[in-house]
């Protein structure tokens, strides 16, 4: 729509006070007298956002309806929107316009009369003046309706495509600059088209829309959006609709563009492993919609919820009523507006609480906000973790002040529980919490010098401690100590006080505090690294150089058939052998393993010959000569960030994957180590989720009596089967789990699956077989896992059953040293003890001969080399013979071929379990063998 404005000139008046604001109104009101349009004068105050009308004229309020008279002061801004059909945003930047230009606006609008129809009309805007600081405006309103050249002027002046067409035919009766260019049209007269005849490069359906309803609707021949709108209009006596189209293409594909960055922010988050919930928040609303079963990877909405509502949920797991008021504070929806307009735009809150699991932990809740560009409305997004674990390295990280510690403990102010606490350059990490007193009675009984136990569960023991700290504000020890390998080691115990009444527990080891070994002169560990560290800190380039860990090959017979000063003239020997050798260690050391040495060489000085030279020699001592084979892994450095540790650590794994140390003693660290070596670290960081998750499933491999072909017995075994990464090898998580005592967390899953399904078939009156159920050593020295597997013994045996254990020589040789009776109290029941993986040790003869077995399973190894080894099947017939003569059983693992099967019955081998006769099986495919439904 046009506006026509006054020429007149109007006295503007500055000045303050009633009197003249009473003047200027009354001026303005001559003026406006004899005006032959409608009209209206109203105020702006742009401190307030306030719009307020002054005086109209006499027919004005027939136009506006919710103007009910000429002195009717109901007049806002939300009377210009809606009337407008603008937003406040572009009202306001509509007067700002004005202003600053000092020029008239035209307006187009319309109103809607009880018929349907529309009326249009143009308002022509002007400042006419100011009183105090609001600006005085006055808008002139004309009827166009009847005009159809004003309306095409209204409507070239927008930006909008706008045609008119008949209802009953849809006939094109008028159609905008716009709407021309759109369908490329190059004249307005005579259109002869219709809708009917599909001129529109849009597929719409104008039935369909519903009248004064805008609807968005999307191109795919120009890839664009449009927001529809039409009105019913009388067109020279014609029943027609005037339709609007806005392309909003930018606005809406910078929508989308937002959404997914958004999208993006909340998928990364999630994938933090602590992250309990996310919320997405719109506080303009006070709505709140959040991501659930994040373990699960489902990144699917909850129900929204009053924001408000779900804030007050999260006190109740609060412990500290202090942390209630400043969380209820912070995270207040007014207060966090309140905040925003004020620039902040990120609030953060850590509180100590109670987990699902009734387990005390801490909590951080974070809060990011935004504007949303599109609605204006202020959304956020909010993220709970769990950071118990960040929190107490911090804690740790406080109290060590770079000083280097074998062990870190947090103990609670009730030494109910203690937490092992793992620092490292790269990260940090918080071990598995257990109990207190399970954690002192474990080191006493494995790690603790036997004539120290005593003295070392005095000193550790609650009330002492508390005593000892209450008088000296700590408590310091020192406690021989053993390490793997047996060697005695002195170590110094510092209990202090730590923050939230907590306690912390140092563990040092003196030895270490020293930087070279006593036997041979060299560094020992602890000063190799800060040796290494130093230079390569101060050389050139770093990466010239590399890292070599190097070990004695059964070192420890060595000295058990020589004696150790045999093993202690081998240590020196080569000691003199590496520093002598071509590759010039510029730094060699005794690792704190007897056996172990670390060098840090020049890439340059390595070659494979000289490798191979120092692994395999012949070394005599007083007459006695012995050949000695060592292995080496070499770690070339690349990446200076890591810590030396880092670099021996990778060393020493090359080592640990070499596969043949008589063809090639040694082995170059690689990539896929170091993946293999963060798998097996991330499977212990999730063993407890996996569980509760259902990602274990136990198999059952089937044993069978190979002359009548039937299944005698089965072995169970576990299988991980990771979500979206599928079978995880066992070799990958087994060995991580023994090293580090989590195997019986899963020894005790199986164990109970067994019992499980076995007393499933035996109460359904199912033919059932013996399942061997495998225990670790770990697994004897954990009271309640003995106190389970008797209970699951009982079991079975209650409902005839015969429970079946496979041990292998080690856990044996735990289960005699522990002495529990958990043996005794096996054989009671009737239970039968299997000896697993017969002939790969050294000394298994001796262990049939000392202990008492039922069955001995032949390690695969020897199975696999029948036919290609003739020593092996002497040896294999030797031990069935050996085994028969003392009433036992055999079994033979991994038979795969018929040859080997063949030659294992012809030698009287009990039962056969392999692959040629079936796979490990999932329980549902093992249940159907042992209904006779499926061949394996």
């Known amino acids: 729509m046009v506006f026509y404005f006054f020429n007149a000139i109007i006295k503007l008046y500055t000045e303050s006070g009633d009197k003249m604001e009473s003047f200027f109104l009354d001026d303005l009101k001559k003026v406006t007298k004899n005006c032959l349009f409608d009209y209206i004068v109203f105020s702006y105050d742009f401190n307030s956002f306030e719009v307020s009308k002054l005086f109209t004229s006499d027919k004005f309020h027939t136009i506006f309806t919710s103007l009910k008279s000429s002195n009717d002061v109901n007049f806002s801004l939300d009377f210009l929107v809606n009337n407008f059909h603008k937003t406040k945003e572009e009202i306001i930047d509509l007067f700002k316009s004005l202003i ?121 021949n120009d890839d664009s959006y449009y927001e529809v709108i039409c009105h019913n209009v009388d ?264 923050k939230d009444n907590k306690i912390i527990l140092s563990i040092v080891d003196i030895k270490d505090s020293l930087e070279r070994d006593n ?91 000289e490798l191979s030279r120092i692994c395999h020699f012949d070394f005599s001592y007083k007459g006695i000569k012995q050949t000695i084979y060592c292995r080496c892994g070499v770690y070339y450095i690349y990446n200076t960030e890591f810590p030396v540790k880092t670099m021996c650590d990778c060393a020493r794994m090359a080592e640990k994957h070499i596969l043949d140390d008589y063809t090639q003693p040694f082995s170059t660290f690689t990539q896929e180590m170091r993946n293999e070596y963060l798998a097996k670290t991330e499977a212990l960081s999730i063993l407890d989720s996996a569980l509760e998750n259902g990602e274990f499933k136990v198999y059952y491999q089937p044993i069978y009596d190979p002359r009548t072909g039937e299944i005698v017995s089965a072995e169970a075994l576990i299988r991980w089967i990771r979500p979206e990464k599928g079978f995880l090898s066992p070799a990958h998580f087994i060995p991580a789990f023994e090293e580090n005592g989590y195997i019986t967390k899963v020894d005790h899953y199986v164990a109970s699956s067994v019992c499980q399904f076995l007393l499933e078939r035996s109460s359904k009156n199912k033919f059932c077989v013996p399942i061997s159920i495998n225990l670790s050593w770990m697994d004897f020295f954990d009271s309640n896992m003995v106190d389970s597997i008797n209970s699951f013994a009982i079991l079975l045996k209650n409902h005839n059953l015969v429970p079946r254990f496979e041990v292998t020589e080690t856990s044996w040789a735990a289960v005699t040293k522990n002495d529990n009776g958990a043996v005794e109290f096996f054989r009671e029941l009737g239970s039968k003890i299997l000896l697993d993986d017969f002939g790969s040790g050294y000394s298994s003869f001796s262990t049939i001969t000392n202990y008492d077995f039922d069955i001995i399973k032949l390690d695969m190894g020897f199975v696999q080399k029948i036919g290609n080894n003739n020593k092996i099947g002497s040896i294999i017939h030797s031990i069935i013979d050996m085994a028969h003569h003392m009433n036992l059983k055999v079994i033979a693992e991994g038979a795969e071929t018929k040859e080997q099967v063949d030659f294992l019955v012809k030698h009287n081998c009990d039962f056969i379990q392999g692959y040629y006769f079936s796979k490990p099986l999932p329980k549902e495919d093992f249940e159907l063998l042992l209904d006779g439904g499926m061949v394996a």
């Open 100 to 220: 600053e230009s000092k020029e008239n606006v035209i307006i187009p609008f319309y109103t809607t009369n009880d018929n349907g129809y529309n009326t249009w009309y143009q308002a022509n805007i002007k400042l006419k003046g100011t009183i105090d600081s609001k600006y005085i405006f006055m808008a002139s309103i004309i009827n166009v309706s009847f005009s159809t050249k004003q309306y095409e002027t209204i409507t070239n002046a927008t930006k909008r495509i706008i045609f008119v067409c008949s209802k009953k035919e849809k006939n094109i009766l008028y159609g905008n600059t716009n709407f021309l260019k759109w369908i490329n049209y190059d004249h307005n007269t005579n259109f002869n088209k219709s809708l009917n005849d599909n001129i529109l490069p849009l597929d719409l359906d104008v039935d369909s829309l519903q009248i004064d309803k805008e609807v968005l609707i999307y191109s795919e």
């Open 235 to 498: 067109w020279s006596g014609i029943d027609s609709l005037a339709i609007y189209l806005s392309d909003v293409t930018k606005k809406k594909k910078e929508e989308e563009k937002f959404l997914d960055v958004q999208e993006q922010r909340i998928k990364s988050t999630l994938n933090s492993k602590n992250v309990i919930w996310v919320l997405k928040v719109n506080l303009t609303k006070d709505i709140t919609e959040g991501f659930t079963d994040i373990l699960l990877n489902k990144n699917y909405y909850s129900k929204a919820v009053c924001y408000s509502e779900k804030m007050v949920t999260a006190t109740k797991k609060m412990i500290n009523n202090n942390h209630k008021q400043e969380y209820l504070s912070k995270f207040d929806r007014d207060s966090l507006l309140n905040n925003y307009y004020n620039g902040v735009n990120y609030v953060d809150f850590e509180y100590d609480c109670i987990d699902d699991d009734k387990n005390q932990t801490v909590h951080k809740m974070t809060m990011s906000l935004y504007t949303n560009p599109y609605t204006g409305d202020v959304e956020g997004i909010f993220l709970l973790e769990d950071i118990k674990e960040e929190y107490l390295c911090d804690l740790v990280l406080e109290f060590v002040s770079q000083k280097e510690y074998d062990d870190i403990l947090i103990i609670d102010s009730n030494f109910n529980n203690v937490t092992q606490v793992t620092l490292s350059t790269k990260g940090k990490r918080v071990a598995k919490t257990i109990g207190y007193e399970e954690y002192i009675l474990n080191s006493a009984n494995n790690y603790i010098k036997k004539d120290e136990i005593e003295e070392y569960i005095s000193l550790t023991n609650k009330n002492h401690v508390m005593n000892e700290l209450d008088k000296r504000g700590e408590h310091i020890f020192n406690i021989h100590v053993l390490d793997e390998s047996g060697m005695c080691n002195l170590k110094k115990y510092t209990f202090n006080y730590l």
């Open 519 to 609: 036997l041979t002169g060299l560094l020992n560990y602890h000063g190799f690294l800060n040796y290494a560290s130093q230079l390569l800190n101060d050389v050139e380039n770093p990466n010239d150089y590399a890292i070599l860990f190097y070990n004695i090959r059964g070192f420890k017979g060595i000295n058990h058939l020589r004696g150790n000063l045999y093993g202690d003239e081998l240590l020196k020997y080569i000691r003199d052998r590496l520093s002598n050798s071509s590759l010039q260690p510029i730094l060699l050391a005794r690792y704190t393993v007897s056996d172990h040495f670390l060098m840090l060489v020049r890439k340059t000085n390595i070659t494979n010959d």
